[in-house]
């Protein structure tokens, strides 16, 4: 499929063309030209109703307008991102613009929202592209916004209808100078990621939503094992199990799938998910579906590939839970972000050190400033804040976030591991290429924590139960 010329004289649409389109146009004849308008039935103007998140996006605007008295306010979506020739990434709009609009998956690139001083507040208006009609040449000649190639495109009253905000074309947008743009203004950009700290009802019903098509993709990675384990790249298999089902019940995975079977689990982020999954190994999978309102889960769990964990594999995996479950039961609103770690450290410290893998004693090894020799073994941290990005509310102050408090309506990971690398003369040979972690998505309550991926099996008993449950 490629681009077709209108003329010499009419430009094929409102974007610039790269010379490379434009060197390969090939002519419309003027046949096409005179008929092309014409002859389409009419479209009436559909008004959806308001969308269910559209009140909760008015309120975070409130805030953020509260906060910025008299300055002009611009959140952008971003824009497409080429892959290679005449080929871009799927678009997917900045977390800010998604989280201030409610505007999610169909979100159109380019958009932006500004607030405008009003004197007393602003005025809050949603630019975007709105689709060209019929007459136009971008209608049919413009494979990258024009509907005939990739489909309709919405209408400024309609999205103004279902969003609740104002809404004008994108030319009618003028950048000032004094602007406050997210990710060129520290202040705007802090702002509005600590926004994000603590959730409202919309977003942990779309979380929850979230973790329910990451556990249906998790149960069928292990109904599919057994082909996976046929296949010399078994670890695409499972990306690939697990994106089918993000695509088919959400939008997309929140970010790429961790496939990492025997030693690759302890390559922390191993998303090249090129090897093979073999029985008698682990295979530690770490996946996240993203849904229509771009909310995403992050769950980890580490399988014994043949259904069975050895008597090794198993001492790792339950300390590791163990860890897990001691981090759960100090996340309380008012104690800080910290200490959730803390508590799972302390847990790893005390079993490397009882094994004999530690060159100090444990209460060596937790000593602020001395200590840390037990971190080999896991040198990321147990938690991070979850919803619209994975690692959410990352420009966050580290007073509100790492030494921050925790606070009811926060959603976070808890995800402890232990990672023996294969060449690690520290341990010995029997723990050599075993990678466990465990990662479940928490939300914060008055009444302490509650494990939103509880339905997927935890402890090693019942992950056993579950793969045998699933695989007859
Ligand atoms: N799920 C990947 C991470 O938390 O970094
Ligand atoms: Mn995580």
Redesign the pocket.
């Known amino acids: 499929m490629s681009e077709q010329a209108t003329s010499e004289q009419t430009p094929p649409s409102t974007q610039k063309q790269p010379q490379s389109v434009v060197n390969r146009r090939q002519p419309y004849p003027q046949g096409f030209l005179d008929t092309i308008s014409q002859g389409w039935a009419e479209r009436p103007e559909q008004m959806p109703p308001l969308r269910e998140q559209a009140p909760y996006a008015a309120a975070r605007r409130a805030a953020v307008s509260e906060a910025f008295p008299g300055k002009r306010l611009v959140i952008p979506a971003g824009s497409l991102k080429q892959r290679s020739n005449d080929t871009d990434y799927p678009f997917r709009a900045h977390s800010a613009f998604t989280h201030l609009t409610g505007w999610a998956s169909d979100a159109e690139p380019d958009s932006v929202l500004v607030f405008e001083p009003n004197g007393d507040g602003h005025d809050v208006t949603l630019y975007f592209r709105e689709r060209a009609d019929r007459t136009t040449a971008e209608f049919y000649a413009d494979a990258t916004i024009g509907e005939f190639w990739i489909g309709p495109r919405p209408a400024l009253p309609g999205i103004a209808g279902e969003l609740g905000v104002a809404t004008a074309h994108l030319d009618a947008f003028e950048p000032g100078e004094d602007d406050l743009v997210v990710d060129e203004h520290d202040d705007l950009t802090r702002f509005v990621s600590e926004l994000r700290l603590t959730k409202d009802a919309y977003e942990v019903a779309q979380m929850r939503l979230a973790i329910q098509v990451t556990a249906d993709g998790f149960d069928d990675i292990i109904r599919e094992l057994p082909r996976i384990i046929e296949h010399p790249r078994g670890e695409r298999l499972v990306e690939g199990v697990f994106h089918q089902r993000a695509r088919s019940d959400g939008n997309w995975e929140g970010?790429d799938t961790?496939a990492a079977s025997g030693p690759h689990a302890c390559f922390l982020?191993w998303t090249r998910n090129d090897g093979p999954v073999l029985p008698g190994d682990l295979i530690l999978i770490?996946a996240?579906a993203e849904v229509d309102s771009l909310y995403t889960a992050?769950i980890?769990r580490t399988l014994p590939v043949s259904g069975t964990f050895t008597p090794i594999q198993r001492r790792v995996y339950e300390t590791v839970r163990e860890a897990a479950d001691a981090a759960f039961a100090v996340a309380r609103p008012g104690v800080r972000f910290r200490e959730v770690h803390a508590a799972a450290m302390e847990v790893l410290a005390r079993r490397t050190a009882e094994w004999g893998l530690l060159p100090v004693t444990a209460e060596e090894a937790l000593d602020a400033d001395r200590g840390g020799q037990h971190r080999r073994y896991m040198v990321h941290g147990t938690s991070?804040h979850l919803g619209l990005d994975?690692?959410d509310c990352a420009q966050a102050r580290r007073e509100m976030y790492y030494d921050g408090v925790l606070e009811p309506g926060m959603v976070f990971?808890i995800?402890p591991g232990l990672y023996f690398q294969i060449d690690d003369l520290t341990v010995p040979e029997e723990y050599r290429g075993i990678g466990v972690r465990i990662?479940d998505d928490i939300l914060l309550t008055e009444d302490g924590p509650v494990n939103l991926s509880s339905a997927l099996p935890r402890t090693a008993d019942e992950v056993e139960a579950w793969m045998a449950r699933l695989r007859g």
């Open positions: 970010y961790i982020h770490d996240g992050d980890t991070h994975v690692h990971t995800e990662e």
